[in-house]
């Protein structure tokens, strides 16, 4: 079992001895988890099965005495946090194991009893700093703010924006019949747009008049700017009246933006293929994403700002705690979980936490770099840039997605792989925001299963590649290039510039092959040394290599036979 931002897997043995007496220090740590995840968006602890481990031990028996006892000392350890303790469950080999669900605090700041506070990043619980402290106090106001009820009745909002938001509900086949069945007050009451004849700060959000937009204490609001090439101001667009539910202002966004509708053309045969500079379920996905994400408790608006080169989405306010732009692909927190149901069932945006999956998706078909996201206190900025890095990679995967049935996250991997070549393991699993091995092979076995994929070396050293036989099967001409060389033709490509120029360095040997990266170059040259077939110098900065004697003699003979 793999833990992630939500679950944590701990052993019997962590929290208790053989004799069943609880361990001070392993409950200790499990507040500090609890306390981790009560801060963040609450989770659950799976206690008696290892992390990494599939099962429980075989035969392990939990007494409910244990249980309960656990419960009892962990909300003794840990403040403003709500514990439920599930039943004892049997896993088919026999072994037992429970489990205790960490509901989130909406109000408050969870804390160890010795006044500690933790936060849960991915698959780790780590001690808040100071900063992160102001961010969690602000992050518990922004959760809040959607519900809050504003002083304004029903019968205030115009009947015309109820029957539209009412409609749209019931056209969406995202939505159950039984919600659809509704009249239109109990719909609006549904989402939380209406509380006891009162709007609250999200029903204003969706049916007010620009009035009353207008009054929420930092309402949405956006600005749209066009750059030259030498990055001044040669258009601008604002929504800043209010007049806008967050549908009409993103469909409204897409109409004005032009710019972001242009394309690259590129020969493919008797014909030329048209790539957006931004894919439209790109720009969708990532206007979305800011609006959805707002933090509506800080000034602040969302700036669009499109460049020669790259289009970049800023919005007020840092990413959410407990995600990080290292692993944002995979981790899901909902600052506004109300605004986002409504944008998911509307058909506005795909489900939770599918959204940058597809854009890296869209980037890996389209040979783009993935988004940048950069973030910080005040704001948080996704960059994407418009330049296809390798036209014959488009081509590659367009043969592919017309040859097999492949997934998301398969088309992503071979996004990376040929842009790039090759990739090595341990790249391979950062570019995909992996931390555990085992993960990446859900990525790549049908692949290499398929024969789409090939590998070379063995476990950390293990590089995948696009397999020859299916390049050659695509009839695309793809040019040839030495980043794919296998080691021994590149070892002995080193020998051979050894061999007429003597004493040079790994980066002047690199300079000479072209596009090998300088750590293959280095990789082969250590193997060369290891086995005495360079010397060097002593130089530990600007280290030159050359032939060792042997080595040199047998390469000229081997030269003179030939």
């Given at each position: 079992?793999i ?9 019997l043995?962590k929290?208790?001895?053989s004799g069943g007496k ?6 200790r740590d499990?507040?500090q988890t609890?306390v ?8 659950k ?7 990494g ?10 007494d409910?005495?244990l ?6 000392r962990?909300?003794?350890?840990c403040f403003?946090v ?29 804390t ?14 780590q ?6 402290i102001v961010?969690?106090a ?8 959607e519900l ?11 009947e015309?924006?109820?029957l ?9 086949d995202?939505?159950k ?15 939380n ?6 709007l609250?700060n999200?029903g ?17 609001t ?7 090439e030498q ?7 604002v ?16 109409k004005?933006?032009?710019e972001?509708t242009y394309y ?10 048209k ?16 609006i ?15 460049f ?8 007020p306010?840092?990413?959410?705690l407990?995600?990080?732009v290292?692993?944002?692909?995979h981790?899901t ?8 149901r ?8 795909e ?10 998706e ?10 940048v996201p ?11 840039y418009s330049?296809?890095?390798d ?6 995967l367009?043969f ?16 990376i ?6 990739m090595p393991t341990t790249?391979?699993?950062?570019e ?9 092979r859900?990525?790549?076995n049908r692949?290499l299963?398929?024969s789409?994929?090939i590998?070379?070396?063995?476990k ?5 590649l ?6 050659a ?9 030495l980043k ?9 490509l ?9 004493n040079?360095?790994?980066?002047e ?13 280095r ?15 002593p130089d ?13 003699n ?9």
């Amino acid at each position: 079992m793999i833990e992630d931002n939500s679950i944590e897997y701990k052993g019997l043995k962590k929290i208790a001895d053989s004799g069943g007496k609880l361990k001070t220090d392993g409950l200790r740590d499990l507040a500090q988890t609890c306390v981790a995840f009560a801060n963040v968006q609450g989770g659950k602890i799976i206690i008696g099965i290892e992390d990494g481990a599939e099962q429980p031990p075989p035969g392990q028996v939990i007494d409910n005495n244990l249980t309960s006892e656990t419960i009892t000392r962990l909300r003794s350890l840990c403040f403003n946090v709500g514990l439920v303790l599930n039943s004892i469950e049997t896993h088919v080999n026999k072994g037992q194991y429970f489990s205790i669900t960490v509901h989130p605090t909406l109000k408050s700041i969870a804390t160890t009893a010795d006044g500690k506070i933790y936060i849960r990043v991915g698959d780790q619980c780590q001690a808040a700093r100071s900063e992160d402290i102001v961010r969690l106090a602000n992050e518990k106001d922004a959760f809040q703010w959607e519900l809050q009820i504003r002083n304004i009745s029903i019968d205030q909002i115009p009947e015309n924006n109820i029957l539209n938001f009412a409609g749209g509900i019931r056209a969406s086949d995202r939505v159950k019949q039984a919600i659809k069945d509704l009249t239109d007050i109990e719909i609006i009451e549904h989402y939380n747009l209406l509380e006891g004849g009162k709007l609250t700060n999200l029903g204003i959000l969706w049916l007010g008049t620009s009035s009353q937009r207008s009054r929420l204490v930092y309402p949405l609001t956006v600005q749209y700017i066009v750059y030259d090439e030498q990055e001044k101001k040669v258009r601008k667009e604002v929504w800043q009246d209010y007049s806008k539910d967050p549908k009409e202002l993103l469909v409204d966004i897409e109409k004005q933006a032009i710019e972001l509708t242009y394309y690259d053309e590129f020969p493919h045969g008797l014909f030329r293929n048209k790539i957006r500079h931004y894919d439209e379920r790109l720009i969708r996905e990532l206007l979305i994403n800011a609006i959805a994400h707002k933090s509506y408790t800080i000034s602040g608006d969302i700036f669009i700002k499109v460049f020669v080169d790259r289009m970049e989405i800023v919005n007020p306010g840092g990413l959410p705690l407990g995600i990080t732009v290292n692993n944002i692909l995979h981790t899901t927190h909902r600052r506004n979980p109300h605004l986002i149901r409504i944008l998911h069932d509307l058909k506005l945006m795909e489900g939770e936490g599918t959204g940058y999956n597809l854009i890296y998706e869209i980037t890996s078909r389209d040979s783009k770099r993935f988004p940048v996201p950069v973030s910080d206190y005040n704001s948080t900025s996704v960059t994407q840039y418009s330049k296809i890095l390798d036209e014959e990679a488009i081509l590659l995967l367009d043969f592919i997605a017309r040859n097999y049935q492949l997934s998301q996250k398969e088309f992503i991997v071979l996004g990376i792989i040929t842009r790039n070549k090759k990739m090595p393991t341990t790249q391979l699993s950062k570019e995909l925001q992996l931390t555990d091995e085992g993960r990446l092979r859900s990525y790549v076995n049908r692949l290499l299963d398929q024969s789409i994929l090939i590998t070379r070396g063995i476990k950390k050293g293990t590089e995948y590649l696009i397999n020859p036989k299916l390049i050659a099967n695509s009839k695309i001409n793809i040019k040839p290039t030495l980043k794919t060389i296998e080691q021994p033709r590149l070892k002995a490509l080193i020998e051979e510039i050894l061999r007429i120029t003597p004493n040079i360095t790994a980066n002047e040997i690199q300079s000479k092959l072209g596009d090998i990266s300088i750590d293959d170059v280095r990789r082969s040259i250590y193997k060369l040394v290891k086995s005495g077939s360079l010397d060097h110098s002593p130089d530990k900065t600007y280290r030159k290599y050359w032939l060792a004697k042997k080595n040199r003699n047998e390469i000229e003979n081997s030269n003179r036979k030939h």
